[in-house]
Every structure is written in C-alpha cells, then in structure tokens.
C-alpha cells in the first residue's frame, strides 16, 4: 500500500488529524499527574492508549500521534526506568498506535474503499516537557543548540527506526530546538513534520514567525510546517506566514481555545469551535489539521465533516 504521507504532497488532500490523546485519556479516567504524564501508560497500561487512539479513528482521524511526547531517556531516568527498558517503551508506542490502526482496519475502517490508511505520527517532544514544569510554553532553557541536538539524538534515532510514518515534531517553543532536531532528521530519509507552540506572532522563545518556520525551509524530510498546542486564533496568521516562508503543506491543531490556570490546575474559559474556523485554515494553506489539548473525538470528527466539505 502506499505510504500515507506522501499523500500530503498532493494540494487538494486534507488530512484529519487526532486530538489530545492526554485529554482522552483523562476523559477515560486515567490520572495524569505524575512527571511522565501519558507516557507512564506505556509501561502501567499499554491497552489503554490503544483504546484512546482508537477513539480518534473511529471519529474520522487519518493521523495518530504517539504517546511518547513526554517520553524521554532523562525523564524515564527520574522515574527509575533504566535505558534499555526506556528504549523499549519508545518503541511500544509506535506498536500501540499501529495496534490501534490495525484494529480499526480490523472494524472496517481505513483502507482504499475509506480514506486510506491512517498514519502513524511518532511524536518529539520538546525537551521543556520532560522537566514537567511547564518550561515547553517559555523555551529558552539555556543549552546551546548543540546541548539541545545531543539530549535529543537518542530518541530521534530510535522513533526514525521505529516504523513510524512521519515524525511529529511538535509543540516546540524555540527555533534553536527546531534547529537542533532538524539537524538530526536532515539526511535520515524520515519524513517529519515541525510544528510551534506560539502566541501573539512569535514561539514562546520570542522569535518572530518568519524566523522560525525558516528554520524548515531547507531540510527536504520536512513534509510540513505549522503551529500545535496554541489558541485558535493564532492559526490563520501563523499558516498564512508559514506557507509563504517555505511554500510547504501546513500542520495545525491548536487547544480548544480555553486557558489553563496553573494556580487554580483547571481549565478556564469557552471552547472555540473549529469546525467553524478551519475552512479559513485549509484555505491559507494548511494539510493536516487536527486539535490538542482538550480536543476530543467529537471535535475530530466535526473537523472530518468540515474537511471532506471544503
């Protein structure tokens, strides 16, 4: 069968995304609090993310993005993990979403006559998320680009070996981070997305957007270049900026549009409807669209509806 993503090298194909896997599995009932967040099911209970992906597959999603965000050497160090078992369950996440695929496929979903197979996204977090304070949305952690590539490597190397579709670049707040992880995919033959968490026109580091999607512009495994784990509103600009910068497909898949009170730890506000706000998203350009935080399979399923009519 042909290989998912090169699909979105195609300019009228619009693919549908998952959304925040953290949201479905807390809507499951499982507590997320510990330091390694989702990705502690991958060791406490694995079936429980296969079950969380399959929510967005059977919602409409093409794309499932792994539970290895939060999933890193160091991080997994802090919890007791050692290495060789760290490396197994980055590994394991990979598997479980193909697990998921496969029994959607299984269902009757996906395949030629439905849309294709669904792709697997092996996400890269940032390196902010595997401090579990928060430090993802600021950047500017005070390691050079070089520290930041050799924290990354390991992790890279395994997830590009894993049998992943793409690499889901994502929630990234630094260009200097995007340059480090760059430098790792440039010349592995992965196809990747990269994709920023922004706000009022800059990364949470501060540099402008020109700046930081340039970042992509030379690296041929990029497949597309966007925006996640931000307000709604920023969307349109930011892909409007994005595709003139690198003339690339864009990714996007923004909060739910409510806000986060760290004091209080619960989520204020009202949830935007981007069923009504992706149309303008697709015609500026943007080929993978998607939800995260507090996006369910509801909202996904909205966004199938309002792809296939576009």
Same mark, same amino acid.
């Given at each position: 069968?042909?290989?998912?993503?090169?699909?979105?090298?195609?300019?009228?194909?619009?693919?549908?995304?998952?959304?925040?896997?953290?949201?479905?599995?807390?809507?499951?009932?499982?507590?997320?609090?510990?330091?390694?967040?989702?990705?502690?099911?991958?060791?406490?209970? /694995?079936? &429980?993310?296969?079950?969380?992906?399959?929510?967005? !597959?059977?919602? %409409?999603?093409? $794309?499932?993005?792994?539970? +290895? *965000?939060?999933?890193?050497?160091?991080?997994?160090?802090?919890?007791?993990?050692?290495?060789?078992?760290?490396?197994?369950?980055?590994?394991?996440?990979?598997?479980?979403?193909?697990?998921?695929?496969?029994?959607?496929?299984?269902?009757?979903?996906?395949?030629?006559?439905?849309?294709?197979?669904?792709?697997?996204?092996?996400?890269?977090?940032?390196?902010?998320?595997?401090?579990?304070?928060?430090?993802?949305?600021?950047?500017?952690?005070?390691?050079?680009?070089?520290?930041?590539?050799?924290?990354?490597?390991?992790?890279?190397?395994?997830?590009?070996?894993?049998?992943?579709?793409?690499?889901?670049?994502?929630?990234? /707040?630094? &260009?200097?981070?995007?340059?480090?992880?760059?430098? !790792?995919?440039? %010349?592995?033959? $992965?196809?990747?997305?990269? +994709? *920023?968490?922004?706000?009022?026109?800059?990364?949470?580091?501060?540099?402008?957007?020109?700046?930081?999607?340039?970042?992509?512009?030379?690296?041929?495994?990029?497949?597309?270049?966007?925006?996640?784990?931000?307000?709604?509103?920023?969307?349109?600009?930011?892909?409007?900026?994005?595709?003139?910068?690198?003339?690339?497909?864009?990714?996007?898949?923004?909060?739910?549009?409510?806000?986060?009170?760290?004091?209080?730890?619960?989520?204020?506000?009202?949830?935007?409807?981007?069923?009504?706000?992706?149309?303008?998203?697709?015609?500026?350009?943007?080929?993978?669209?998607?939800?995260?935080?507090?996006?369910?399979?509801?909202?996904?399923?909205?966004?199938?509806?309002?792809?296939?009519?576009?």
């Amino acid at each position: 069968m042909t290989t998912p993503t090169l699909d979105l090298l195609a300019p009228d194909t619009v693919w549908v995304t998952d959304g925040g896997l953290a949201t479905q599995l807390e809507a499951m009932g499982h507590d997320l609090t510990d330091a390694l967040w989702s990705a502690r099911l991958l060791r406490d209970d /694995p079936g &429980a993310i296969v079950e969380a992906h399959l929510a967005f !597959l059977r919602a %409409g999603a093409r $794309v499932v993005t792994t539970a +290895s *965000y939060q999933a890193s050497y160091t991080g997994f160090a802090a919890a007791g993990i050692e290495a060789d078992q760290a490396t197994r369950l980055l590994l394991r996440s990979v598997e479980l979403a193909r697990e998921a695929r496969d029994r959607y496929e299984a269902e009757g979903g996906g395949g030629p006559r439905r849309g294709g197979r669904a792709a697997v996204a092996a996400s890269v977090g940032p390196y902010g998320a595997s401090l579990a304070d928060g430090s993802e949305y600021r950047g500017r952690y005070g390691l050079s680009v070089g520290r930041l590539r050799d924290w990354h490597a390991r992790r890279v190397e395994v997830l590009a070996g894993s049998g992943a579709d793409v690499l889901a670049v994502e929630t990234i /707040p630094d &260009a200097d981070e995007a340059q480090a992880i760059l430098d !790792l995919v440039r %010349g592995g033959g $992965v196809p990747a997305w990269l +994709s *920023y968490t922004v706000e009022d026109g800059r990364t949470r580091a501060g540099q402008p957007w020109p700046e930081a999607f340039a970042v992509a512009a030379d690296a041929p495994e990029v497949i597309a270049v966007g925006v996640n784990c931000c307000a709604p509103g920023d969307v349109l600009p930011a892909a409007r900026t994005a595709r003139e910068v690198t003339g690339l497909p864009v990714v996007a898949y923004p909060n739910s549009g409510e806000g986060w009170d760290a004091a209080a730890r619960s989520w204020t506000g009202t949830a935007a409807s981007l069923g009504d706000l992706a149309p303008s998203w697709i015609q500026a350009g943007v080929r993978l669209v998607g939800g995260c935080c507090r996006v369910g399979p509801e909202q996904i399923a909205e966004l199938v509806r309002v792809a296939a009519r576009v």
